[in-house]
């Protein structure tokens, strides 16, 4: 078997991606340069102008770090939306920079926890409950409200996510279902490591903790001992 299958955004280019994603974070990575340029302006050179040299060294010193910066974001947001499976390995990112071969697997539990308190409790807003109907009013108001419920719900669905326990102690926590194509990726995940996969699994405290600590798609490193 050689069958590969890719989950991906639909009809969006990843150097778009890139490009659009480091264009908009950039800006974010400026504001603590012009801040340092607005702080020697007013309280060194006060009403004189500054000297170009340095206009020119504090205009590097904030587009450099935001440039970087917004590399940095586009590649750890990005990567974490395409995904290859083939019989061999798992890889991560439109380029295929991060491989994990299905070897190195320990163990796939099926189901991960609520992501985070807010999550938790959109999955227990239940029709006809009182938190339920609170939501299902403020969702008319606020309609994101209810795509966010929506993925909330579908996110609790045992099978929409996987937490993979690598033989070194890391773990890649999945959560697919959203992206074209991700549902049958982790279900053929699932079958080509069918001798490996735990149906039922209670997570410890610790290991809840160790979960908080990464975003989902984002690989845990094995604990430090």
């Known amino acids: 078997m050689n069958d590969e299958i890719i989950a991906k955004p639909a009809n969006i280019k990843p150097v778009f991606s890139y490009a659009l994603t480091v264009a908009l974070v950039t800006p974010i990575g400026i504001v603590p340069g012009m801040l340092l340029m607005l702080f020697i302006k007013f309280n060194i050179y006060h009403d004189q102008p500054l000297p170009l040299f340095l206009t020119i060294l504090l205009l590097l010193a904030a587009l450099v770090p935001g440039f970087l910066f917004g590399l940095w ?25 991060q491989k994990f071969p299905l070897a190195s697997i320990d163990k796939i539990i099926v189901g991960l926890p609520p992501a985070n308190a807010v999550v938790k ?7 006809g409950t009182a938190l339920g109907t609170s939501v299902d009013v403020l969702s008319t108001v606020q309609p994101g409200l209810n795509m966010v ?19 070194d102690g890391s773990w890649l926590p999945l959560r697919l279902f959203a992206l074209p194509n991700g549902r049958a990726l982790m279900d053929e995940l699932r079958e080509r490591c069918k001798d490996r996969v735990v149906e039922s699994y209670t997570f410890s405290r610790e290991e809840l903790r160790r979960l908080r600590r990464r975003d ?5 490193p094995p604990p430090k001992k």
């Open 73 to 97: 974001f586009a590649r750890k947001s990005i990567d974490k939306l395409y995904w290859q499976l083939t019989d061999t390995e798992l890889s991560r990112g439109p380029y295929r920079r």
């Open 121 to 127: 409790m959109l999955q227990q807003a239940k029709p």
């Open 149 to 167: 419920k929506n993925l909330s719900l579908a996110s609790a669905m045992k099978g929409n996510s996987l937490l993979i326990c690598f033989k």
């Open 216 to 220: 989902t798609n984002e690989l845990i």
